[in-house]
């Protein structure tokens, strides 16, 4: 059975130090490491969410260069773990992608390093998933994270991963922890 899992990695908007809302770069650390943590669990696909056309062309020249380009060769997982990767201008593009693609409704399910009101568990978040035929869309936010508009756009939101008493994960690892949280083996 497919996977109805997919992540997308949000560029805009979001928040900047200042509380400005702003599209933030896109980092090749960030497209190479969660594409390959995105495969690892099993994800359906990984969206990049910019509007900006100079990063679509960044992202674009980065996944020909691991799908078709010299890196396809050098490297197949690579070229496995890029295939998942997708381009997408708005969160609503990328929802309405899905939607069609699976016939349903996609669900989007916000996260953030921030408490959020009615937030949910990993654990009911988990269960949710469990007993849903939907597609879902866990969205992350880069720079200072999704404003508060995205978040409330969604379906569901994540409480945050605490840590202790630093709360300032680099995205690439708060999408591993997350998706180790919601489709790993063990529960928590």
Request: net charge neutral.
């Amino acid at each position: 059975m497919p996977s109805k899992i997919y992540i997308g990695l949000v560029h805009y908007p979001i928040y900047d130090k200042r509380h400005a809302v702003v599209a933030s770069a896109v980092t090749n650390f960030d497209l190479h490491d969660i594409a390959r943590t995105a495969r690892t669990f099993g994800v359906n696909g990984f969206y990049m969410i910019t509007p900006l056309e100079s990063q679509i062309q960044l992202i674009q020249r980065i996944l020909h260069h691991w799908t078709d380009g010299k890196g396809s060769i050098y490297n197949a997982t690579r070229k496995e773990s890029f295939s998942l990767v997708r381009i997408a201008k708005t969160i609503e593009e990328a929802s309405e992608e899905i939607s069609i693609s699976c016939e349903r409704q996609t669900l989007r399910v916000a996260t953030g390093a921030k408490s959020h009101p009615g937030s949910l568990s990993f654990g009911e978040m988990r269960r949710i998933i469990e007993g849903s035929e939907a597609p879902f869309l866990i969205l992350f936010g880069t720079g200072w994270g999704l404003t508060h508009e995205v978040k409330e756009s969604c379906d569901y939101i994540l409480t945050p991963i605490e840590g202790r008493g630093y709360n300032h994960l680099p995205v690439r690892a708060a999408v591993a922890i997350i998706l180790d949280r919601l489709l790993g083996d063990r529960v928590f």
